[in-house]
């Protein structure tokens, strides 16, 4: 049997799943997307950043980005600067320059000594 570890989406966010994830060609970063509704029928993407090993940050939430709202199936490409996604009966890309500026406020409370 192959472990798993899971833990990214936490269920008191009323979403019932995490699907499609999209792993960044570096390894720091994935999105997927997670069913919220009583039958899983809202879609929206999340974020989520690799901390090492098998661990990973409590996922963000992207819906809040303008055009990133009950989207869903995120394909990272192969150069890492693109985010494909599926909206409304269409296919759509975005850069992802935005997504380190995402990262740097899960870091902002750390204090070194």
């Given at each position: ?52 090993g098998?661990?990973w ?5 992207l ?13 990272i490409?192969p ?9 409304y ?6 850069g ?18």
């Open positions: 049997m192959i472990p798993q570890t899971g833990g990214v989406l936490k269920p008191s966010e009323g979403y019932l799943q995490g699907v499609h994830p999209s792993i960044s060609p570096d390894g720091s970063y994935m999105v997927f997307t997670a069913m919220k509704g009583r039958w899983g029928n809202t879609p929206d993407l999340f974020l989520s950043f690799n901390l090492g098998d661990q940050s409590e996922a963000i939430n819906s809040d980005i303008p055009g990133i709202h009950n989207t869903f199936t995120p394909y490409s150069d890492g600067l693109e985010l494909f996604f599926y909206y009966h269409d296919i759509y890309h975005v992802t320059c935005f997504i380190n500026a995402l990262k740097v406020p899960l870091y902002s409370n750390i204090i070194l000594l």
